[in-house]
């Protein structure tokens, strides 16, 4: 099994990117994927997650600005992230549940069974 994190930059204050997770070996639309970012010196916590049934779930944090989307035949979980702010400034990375339901979706990832490499989010004037 194989998640690839990309879709990382540098962008400007207000400024969106799209992340991408590709999956290989395991099928994405049967298991919760969710977005996870850690900052310098902070913990890792969770942003989003899409469940099996194509549900999207958010912190408070991302809550209208972030949306979380599956392409099934292309086995991909995206993050379209708008109006970026420098908090958002992080390692993104993507991860997948044993289970077909997102839980605790702000938490830090304990227990997602797998972890894409993660990608470099920058938000800076």
């Known amino acids: 099994v194989q998640l690839q994190a990309s879709g990382g930059g540098l962008v400007q204050p207000g400024g969106s990117l799209r992340l991408s997770c590709a999956a290989s070996?395991?099928?994405?639309?049967?298991?919760?994927t969710g977005w996870f970012r850690q900052a310098p010196g902070k913990e890792r916590e969770g942003v989003s997650c899409?469940?099996?049934?194509?549900?999207?779930y958010y912190s408070e944090s991302v809550q209208g600005r972030f949306t979380i989307s599956r392409d099934n035949d292309k086995n991909t979980v995206y993050l379209q992230m708008n109006d970026l702010k420098p908090e958002d400034t992080a390692v993104y990375f993507c991860?997948?549940?044993?289970?077909?339901?997102?839980?605790?979706?702000?938490?830090?990832?304990?227990?997602?069974?797998?972890w894409g490499q993660g990608t470099q989010v920058t938000v800076s004037s």
């Open positions: 899409i469940s099996s049934d194509g549900n999207g």
């Open positions: 070996g395991l099928t994405l639309r049967y298991y919760a």
């Open positions: 991860a997948t549940d044993i289970l077909p339901f997102c839980s605790d979706v702000s938490g830090n990832g304990d227990g997602r069974n797998h």
